[in-house]
């Protein structure tokens, strides 16, 4: 039987790359006395974030069912970023062509990312969301010979990936002890699919979801604007099971800025926004008298490369610009 964490000595495809990423303790950030937090270090995966998981299951599994095939299918996705360069990702390596529908709002790098990959881009008015990128996409499959949507936020196919993956990694990394497991919440996929698993394995297992303290949605309160790219989308994802959550967490875009920021200077972790926001949920948690001497897992979702032009990086880059060469002694 072969661990969930062995994967070819050479691989015969770069989807065979995807997942058994590290969990890294987290040492600086984390007071003394707090729980243990690790991260899950999905930045790590070949097209740099999470959603390399679902991005190879979506068209894998509609493979498996006849519903696309390389060279007849056109593959059309909306989405904020990462999701679109997993399946840019897997498009190029198994041969569909990809249409990539998104807000005007998210960073330049993603935008060149899903170029470099092949893929080609549609940009919608960031003023409507997510839910216009949607709209846009579904214009576009309409008139468009053999285009489907996989559709992220609807998307079995996603929860599968991770509670056949993400959540097995994790019971074997930590030899199942694992008390809570910490997850920004965008389709909902990540969360439900790993902390099902985790608490089929173990049902103490606390599941909590980060939503934007700007949207709270998943609190009960009213969508609006936010920073955190990837999650907080504004409306409950259909595949996001929220009996299976025990707590929410709301952090701020500042807040997740900030720790984004820390994680990279502190602990040499260079990730995205939402990676700031579960590390202050993760904190948070922590720092609780009833969670003493217990072990959280957090999920870094993104590499940080991918929001150097983004608000996460972009006074350094605006710095980085404006520097000038110094003079070198003869």
């Known amino acids: 039987e072969m661990s969930v964490l062995e994967g070819p000595k050479i691989a015969d495809n770069i989807t065979e790359l995807i997942g058994r990423t590290p969990l890294l303790r987290v040492k600086k950030l984390n007071p003394a006395g707090s729980a243990e937090i690790l991260l899950k270090m999905e930045g790590m995966a070949p097209a740099g974030s999470v959603k390399d998981r679902i991005g190879y299951s979506m068209i894998v599994e509609a493979e498996k ?11 059309v996705e909306p989405t904020s970023g990462n999701t679109g360069i ?3 990702m897997v498009a190029a390596a198994r041969g569909y062509q990809l249409i990539v529908v998104m807000p005007d709002s998210m960073s330049f790098e993603r935008r060149v990312l899903l170029r470099a990959y092949g893929a080609k881009l549609v940009l919608t008015p960031a003023a409507k969301g997510i839910s216009g990128s949607i709209k846009k996409a579904q214009a576009i499959v309409n008139s468009t010979p053999g285009a489907i949507m996989l559709q992220q936020f609807e998307n079995a196919d996603n929860v599968k990936a991770h509670f056949d993956t993400t959540g097995p990694e994790i019971w074997d990394q930590t ?6 497991f910490v997850c920004g919440v965008g389709t909902g996929g ?3 699919g790993t902390a099902s698993f985790l608490k089929s394995k173990n049902p103490k297992v606390m599941a909590v979801a980060v939503e934007p303290a700007e949207s709270p949605v998943l609190s009960g309160g009213k969508p609006g604007p936010h920073k955190i790219q990837g999650i907080g989308a504004g409306f409950l994802p259909k595949i996001l099971d929220m009996s299976i959550v025990d707590r929410v967490e709301k952090v701020s875009s500042d807040d997740a800025i900030r720790t984004a920021r820390e994680l990279a200077t502190q602990e040499g972790v260079l990730c995205g926004i939402s990676s700031g926001a579960t590390m202050q949920a993760a904190l948070r948690l922590a720092a609780l008298p009833e969670m003493a001497g217990k072990r959280i897992v957090c999920i870094i979702g993104s590499v940080g490369e991918r929001y150097l032009t983004s608000v996460l990086f972009s006074e350094l880059a605006d710095e980085v610009r404006a520097q000038v060469s110094e003079d070198v002694p003869e």
């Open 190 to 192: 990540t969360l439900t």
């Open 65 to 75: 069912r006849g519903q696309i095939a390389p060279g007849r299918s056109v593959l």
């Open 175 to 180: 030899d199942g002890k694992v008390d809570a």
């Open 86 to 88: 997993a399946l840019a």
